[in-house]
């Protein structure tokens, strides 16, 4: 039950009959049972109270926080008048900066056929390759390297 064995449940029993007697032990029992039930109460108070405390003094600290934010982001915006507009860089000619789309069109036909005259060279070496490493029968290809499997 609470970690007693029958025995010592029994003497405990027996101590407390000693002690109170017969007529005063259930009152003794209920006594001590509404004790028992209070001090579970106040426990639970104390730790709930504990926890708002808690709370409340994480939301301070995050208001102030958040604080600090809001006036850092309501400072008035500073402007100097004074700046002559000549002064302040740009393009020269933006159509300078602009690429033609014929530009783009032969860009990307030139990689285009690049990457096609890489390909078919890639398959005529592989194809190559293949042919010169086929196997006459299927006894030659299990006793060769190529064949990745248990070996007879």
Do not use: C
């Not at 409340?56 to 006036?71: A, G, Y």
């Not at 400072?75 to 507009?85: A, G, Q, R, T």
């Not at 302040?88 to 285009?112: A, G, L, M, R, T």
């Amino acid at each position: 039950m609470f970690g007693f064995s029958g025995g010592e449940i029994l003497l405990i029993a027996f101590i407390a009959l000693i002690l109170f007697g017969n007529d005063k032990l259930p009152e003794n029992m209920k006594k001590l049972l509404k004790g028992l039930n209070q001090a579970k109460k106040v426990a639970s108070d104390v730790q709930q109270s504990w926890h708002e405390v808690k709370t409340d003094v994480q939301r301070s600290i995050n208001l102030d926080l958040e604080k600090e934010e809001l006036l850092e982001l309501t400072k008035p915006i500073e402007f100097d008048y004074n700046v002559n507009i000549a002064d302040i860089p740009y393009y020269e000619n933006p159509k300078d900066e602009i690429v033609s789309q014929d530009e783009i069109d032969e860009f990307h036909n030139s990689e285009q056929q690049s990457n096609e005259n890489t390909n078919q060279q890639d398959i005529d070496i592989t194809s190559e390759k293949f042919n010169d490493l086929q196997p006459s029968s299927a006894l030659e290809y299990l006793k060769s390297n190529h064949f990745v499997g248990p070996r007879i």
